[in-house]
């Protein structure tokens, strides 16, 4: 007991005595902040949860997800052996909503790490170097936040070819220009704040201002927005995958499996629903999370 | 030898219409070793002239000469060795994610030292900030103690001309007046240059030898701090100023 309060007191310092242990006091506090944030809890509790499902898929998948039957199509609810029932060609549900995580968690990852990351990179520039980059930058971002972003999308899957990892990369096209606008309206409010004057005057060249200076206070509110894009990502992967140009059959895909399940929705209404209430959960999940995080990350926050 | 000479000084925001001429025809000098202020009520041009000298404010025409050299509008890196700056607002001149020992070692690197650690010691010690103000984050300090890592960051990479856009004004009276003890001990110390702006006159008679007065961007008079003590301003304005002040 002794042992946890001399550690609680050591992170909550208000005299860190070494760099590390400035971070880690920190970081600490901003868990704390979070942490009596009951909504954002029970948010990233189920992500936290829906990771795990997802790494312990084949332990914790009652069947085979590919497996069919051909003798139990559309099996209800609560049935023999299938919890959810199973879709139309005889296939445990369950099943398929456990390896589906892994699918979701595959496309939310890389939209959250391709998107942000080049929405930053053209917002910062564009806003700290001005002039004639930030109108050229700025008019691309015009162009691409001009298409309806399902429309766009559509358009770069039919070019690239159907599949996951085009889906991916066609959702994060579409998903960047966003993110440069906030970068953007950041940096010129950062741009002239009197601690980017100091560094200039110590003879910081762009490159080291712009990475150094201005990203850290970027990335904040860029995390927020993309937690709360989230549900937006998993729901435009899961349209891609209605229309059939995301994830292939018979990939358990939770955007396909709906759209499977909606040719017998009035008859077998769970085919369709499970996994919409799957994608529903994750969505509010990431919607909660977002929100707490925006009240830790705010910088304006921690004066 | 004169530290700092301007000849002539135009600042100016904007184009054609738009156009604000900030600074008008500023001619004075400080000899080496001198505490210069400038003083003028807000919007008389006294923290465009600094941002003037830093290159903070692109477009001047006119001569400014630091140590002899004429200063050219893109500034080498020597420039920034030999000229450093204290803005007016502590709360705004920190990065807010950046603890002082970053901020520090930052500004260290930069200007190419290699035994960081120590330097970093030494510059809080000469600020009067002890070893355990090293690790915290600018939220975790006080006014007057970001105000003095604001210095100490200024000294880092030991300048000889330290440019003071009115150091104390965010600051209660109790913690100017250390903010300003401190400023004239380090003067004293590393024979610094002071070019001061403020509206605070008495300020300006404690910190200072010589000073101007500003009015809308020109300057209306250059007096000694004996000149002022003895109320002997001849410009009518600065008749004006020194008698509100008493």
Same mark, same amino acid.
């Given at each position: 007991?002794?042992?946890?309060?001399?550690?609680?007191?050591?992170?909550?310092t208000d005299?860190?005595t070494s760099?590390?242990?400035?971070?880690?006091?920190?970081?600490?506090?901003g868990?704390?902040?979070?942490?009596?944030?009951?909504?954002?809890?029970?948010?990233?509790?189920?992500?936290?949860?829906?990771?795990l499902?997802?790494?312990?898929?084949?332990i914790?998948?009652p069947h085979?997800?590919?497996?069919?039957?051909?003798g139990?199509?559309l099996a209800?609810?609560?049935?023999?052996?299938?919890?959810?029932?199973?879709?139309?060609?005889?296939?445990?549900?369950?099943?398929?909503?456990?390896?589906?995580?892994r699918?979701?968690?595959y496309?939310?990852?890389?939209v959250?790490?391709?998107?942000?990351?080049?929405g930053?990179?053209?917002?910062t520039v564009?806003?700290?170097?001005?002039?004639?980059?930030?109108?050229v930058?700025?008019?691309?971002?015009?162009?691409f936040?001009?298409?309806p972003?399902?429309?766009?999308?559509?358009?770069f899957?039919?070019?690239l070819?159907?599949?996951i990892?085009?889906?991916?990369?066609a959702?994060?096209?579409?998903?960047?220009?966003?993110?440069?606008r906030?970068?953007?309206?950041e940096?010129?409010?950062?741009?002239?704040?009197?601690?980017?004057?100091?560094?200039?005057?110590?003879g910081?060249?762009?490159?080291?201002?712009?990475?150094?200076?201005?990203?850290?206070?970027?990335?904040?509110?860029?995390i927020?927005?993309?937690?709360?894009?989230?549900?937006?990502?998993?729901l435009a992967?899961?349209g891609l995958g209605?229309?059939?140009?995301?994830a292939q059959p018979?990939?358990?895909?939770?955007g396909?499996?709906?759209?499977e399940?909606?040719?017998?929705?009035l008859d077998?209404w769970w085919?369709a629903?499970?996994?919409?209430?799957?994608?529903?959960t994750?969505?509010l999940?990431f919607?909660?999370?977002g929100?707490?995080?925006?009240?830790?990350?705010?910088?304006?926050?921690?004066? | 030898?004169n530290? *700092?000479?301007?000849?002539?000084?135009?600042?100016?925001?904007?184009t054609a219409?738009?156009r604000?001429?900030?600074?008008?025809g500023?001619?004075f000098?400080?000899?080496?070793g001198?505490s210069?202020?400038?003083?003028?009520?807000?919007?008389?041009?006294?923290?465009?002239?600094?941002?003037?000298?830093?290159?903070l404010?692109p477009?001047?025409?006119?001569s400014?000469?630091v140590?002899?050299?004429?200063v050219?509008?893109?500034r080498?890196?020597?420039?920034?060795?030999t000229?450093?700056?204290?803005?007016?607002?502590?709360?705004?001149?920190l990065?807010p994610?950046?603890?002082?020992?970053?901020?520090?070692?930052?500004? *260290?690197?930069?200007h190419?030292?290699?035994?960081i650690?120590?330097?970093?010691?030494?510059l809080?010690?000469?600020?009067?900030?002890?070893?355990?103000?090293?690790?915290r984050?600018?939220?975790q300090?006080?006014?007057g103690q970001r105000?003095?890592?604001?210095?100490?960051?200024?000294l880092?990479?030991e300048?000889?001309?330290?440019?003071?856009?009115?150091?104390?004004?965010?600051?209660?009276?109790?913690?100017?007046?250390e903010?300003?003890?401190?400023?004239?001990?380090?003067?004293?110390?590393?024979?610094?240059t002071?070019l001061?702006?403020?509206?605070?006159?008495s300020?300006?008679?404690?910190?200072c030898?010589?000073?101007?007065?500003?009015?809308?961007?020109?300057?209306v008079?250059?007096?000694d701090?004996?000149?002022?003590q003895?109320?002997q301003?001849?410009?009518?304005y600065?008749?004006?100023?020194?008698?509100?002040?008493?």
């Amino acid at each position: 007991m002794s042992q946890t309060q001399t550690l609680r007191a050591w992170l909550l310092t208000d005299t860190p005595t070494s760099r590390r242990h400035a971070k880690l006091s920190a970081i600490y506090q901003g868990w704390l902040s979070f942490r009596s944030n009951t909504m954002a809890m029970i948010g990233l509790g189920i992500l936290v949860l829906l990771v795990l499902v997802a790494a312990a898929a084949p332990i914790l998948a009652p069947h085979d997800p590919f497996a069919q039957d051909l003798g139990n199509r559309l099996a209800p609810l609560w049935s023999d052996s299938h919890v959810f029932g199973t879709d139309s060609l005889g296939r445990d549900i369950l099943s398929r909503l456990i390896y589906g995580a892994r699918i979701t968690l595959y496309i939310v990852g890389l939209v959250a790490l391709i998107a942000p990351i080049l929405g930053l990179l053209v917002g910062t520039v564009s806003g700290y170097v001005g002039g004639w980059v930030d109108v050229v930058l700025m008019r691309i971002t015009d162009i691409f936040l001009a298409f309806p972003r399902l429309v766009l999308a559509l358009a770069f899957v039919a070019a690239l070819g159907a599949g996951i990892e085009n889906a991916v990369l066609a959702i994060s096209l579409t998903a960047w220009p966003p993110y440069a606008r906030i970068a953007r309206a950041e940096t010129l409010t950062i741009r002239s704040s009197d601690y980017i004057s100091a560094i200039q005057l110590q003879g910081a060249g762009a490159l080291r201002i712009i990475t150094k200076h201005i990203w850290p206070l970027c990335i904040s509110s860029l995390i927020v927005r993309v937690t709360l894009d989230m549900a937006g990502i998993i729901l435009a992967a899961a349209g891609l995958g209605f229309l059939g140009l995301g994830a292939q059959p018979p990939s358990p895909e939770w955007g396909a499996m709906i759209s499977e399940g909606r040719r017998f929705i009035l008859d077998h209404w769970w085919v369709a629903t499970v996994p919409g209430l799957a994608i529903f959960t994750v969505s509010l999940a990431f919607n909660l999370l977002g929100d707490g995080l925006r009240d830790v990350l705010d910088p304006k926050a921690g004066e | 030898m004169n530290m *700092l000479e301007i000849n002539g000084l135009n600042v100016w925001f904007g184009t054609a219409r738009d156009r604000v001429d900030a600074v008008k025809g500023a001619t004075f000098d400080v000899a080496k070793g001198q505490s210069f202020g400038l003083v003028g009520e807000s919007g008389s041009g006294k923290s465009t002239i600094l941002r003037a000298i830093t290159g903070l404010a692109p477009t001047w025409s006119g001569s400014i000469k630091v140590a002899g050299e004429t200063v050219e509008h893109k500034r080498h890196k020597s420039f920034f060795k030999t000229v450093q700056m204290v803005f007016q607002d502590p709360y705004a001149s920190l990065h807010p994610r950046h603890s002082v020992d970053q901020v520090l070692g930052e500004t *260290l690197h930069l200007h190419g030292f290699k035994d960081i650690d120590n330097r970093v010691v030494k510059l809080l010690d000469d600020v009067g900030l002890g070893q355990k103000f090293r690790f915290r984050y600018p939220h975790q300090l006080s006014g007057g103690q970001r105000q003095r890592v604001a210095i100490a960051r200024a000294l880092a990479p030991e300048p000889t001309l330290l440019l003071l856009d009115e150091p104390t004004s965010a600051l209660d009276v109790s913690v100017q007046a250390e903010i300003l003890n401190l400023l004239a001990d380090l003067r004293a110390e590393h024979g610094l240059t002071y070019l001061m702006v403020s509206h605070d006159l008495s300020v300006v008679g404690h910190m200072c030898d010589r000073l101007a007065v500003m009015k809308d961007g020109e300057i209306v008079e250059i007096m000694d701090v004996a000149a002022l003590q003895g109320m002997q301003a001849k410009h009518p304005y600065s008749r004006q100023l020194l008698e509100a002040s008493v």
